[in-house]
């Protein structure tokens, strides 16, 4: 069973640079066909996709984000992890990573594993 | 365009029949997958692909498809079903729903 786990800061100051870890276990994340996500969901709102990366470093990012977003892998520890800078007000939210995974072929992608999430607080 | 659209609430009597519906064009390119989500937990996938659902997950959950809408569906909607419900598909980007919050009375 795959499992998904968070690590990081729970504050971090405004401007700054938050920094998120997921560990992987029970699967290698050099396992091909699956994407390594974050997503983000703010407090009483909706689910956003932030972005994701392959085992071999491919990634893509929202476009919303991107200026600010790098996903980097370091597939020896099995840790994906998130850097989002300038951090304001409005990046308080829960973080979640996930494992996507699907198919152009199959016309099907989804997140079949999650973390439990952390919380992050963008505050002084 | 990449956005999907949920209906913000529905509501079902319990034992009874609910779809919850998703909207988008990306619908038309790719299935939506599904996910529940209880207060203070993370989401879980119910629904995938043309009306697949993971390991555990009850079998009065199923998912269709039609044009540029997604559908779930509970047949003999339980007490334990009342939640956040998500679709996500993509096109150029990834994308979820705005969410529908199911209440079973």
């Known amino acids: ?124 | 365009s990449s956005e999907l659209t949920q209906d913000p609430a529905v509501s079902v009597a319990l034992g009874q029949t609910v779809r919850i519906t998703c909207q988008g064009d990306s619908l038309r390119s790719y299935y939506a997958s599904w996910y529940q989500q209880k207060p203070g937990q993370a989401p879980i996938l119910v629904i995938y692909g043309k009306n697949n659902r993971p390991s555990g997950i009850p079998d009065r959950f199923s998912g269709s498809s039609s044009g540029n809408t997604a559908s779930l569906t509970i047949t003999g909607a339980q007490a334990e079903d009342e939640a956040d419900y998500y679709c996500n598909s993509r096109d150029s980007n990834v994308v979820f729903g705005g969410g529908t919050k199911l209440t079973v009375l």
């Open chain 1, 1 to 124: 069973q795959v499992q998904l786990q968070e690590s990081g800061p729970g504050l971090v100051k405004p401007s700054q640079t938050l920094s998120l870890t997921c560990t992987v276990s029970g699967g290698s994340i050099s396992s091909g066909g699956y994407y390594w996500s974050w997503i983000r969901q703010h407090p009483g709102k909706g689910l956003e996709w932030i972005g994701y990366i392959s085992y071999s470093g491919s990634t893509y990012y929202n476009p919303s984000l991107k200026s600010r977003v790098t996903i980097s892998v370091d597939t020896s520890k099995n840790q994906f992890s998130l850097r989002l800078s300038s951090v304001t007000a409005a990046d308080t939210a829960m973080y979640y990573c996930a494992r996507y995974f699907g198919s152009d072929k199959r016309v099907e992608y989804y997140f079949d594993y999650w973390g439990q999430g952390t919380l992050v607080t963008v505050s002084s």
